[in-house]
């Protein structure tokens, strides 16, 4: 359809060859132009876009800021991803390593 508008949620969960978390990222688009993304150093949501949406992206940071609870689990993101990852993290690999030696 023409003239439509969409959101976008993104989170990813990096992980290294043995399935532990590396690095863990947060983010809203609008149109596949970036809004705002969780920064871990500040704990809290940053704009990333510094154009014509940039009053939308502060905007959204801001309320999204406000929200404890969000706050929380995005602070936690990291250790989420290791919770949520492990157990199925061999089973969907199938990695196989030659043998060192």
Same mark, same amino acid.
């Given at each position: 359809?023409?003239?439509g508008?969409?959101a976008?949620?993104?989170?990813?969960?990096?992980?290294?060859?043995?399935g532990?978390?590396? =690095?863990?990222?947060?983010?809203?688009s609008?149109n596949k =132009?970036?809004?705002?993304?969780?920064?871990p150093?500040q704990a809290?949501?940053?704009?990333r876009?510094?154009?014509v949406?940039n009053g939308?992206a502060r905007?959204?940071?801001?309320?999204?800021?406000?929200?404890s609870?969000l706050i929380?689990r995005?602070?936690n993101?990291l250790?989420?991803?290791a919770?949520?990852?492990?157990?199925f993290?061999s089973?969907?690999?199938?990695?196989?390593?030659?043998?060192r030696g």
């Amino acid at each position: 359809p023409t003239g439509g508008f969409v959101a976008h949620v993104e989170s990813t969960c990096v992980l290294d060859d043995d399935g532990d978390p590396k =690095d863990f990222s947060y983010c809203i688009s609008f149109n596949k =132009d970036l809004l705002t993304c969780w920064d871990p150093l500040q704990a809290s949501m940053i704009p990333r876009e510094f154009g014509v949406l940039n009053g939308l992206a502060r905007y959204l940071s801001q309320f999204l800021n406000n929200n404890s609870y969000l706050i929380q689990r995005l602070s936690n993101g990291l250790q989420n991803c290791a919770a949520h990852t492990q157990p199925f993290w061999s089973s969907l690999t199938h990695r196989t390593r030659k043998e060192r030696g």
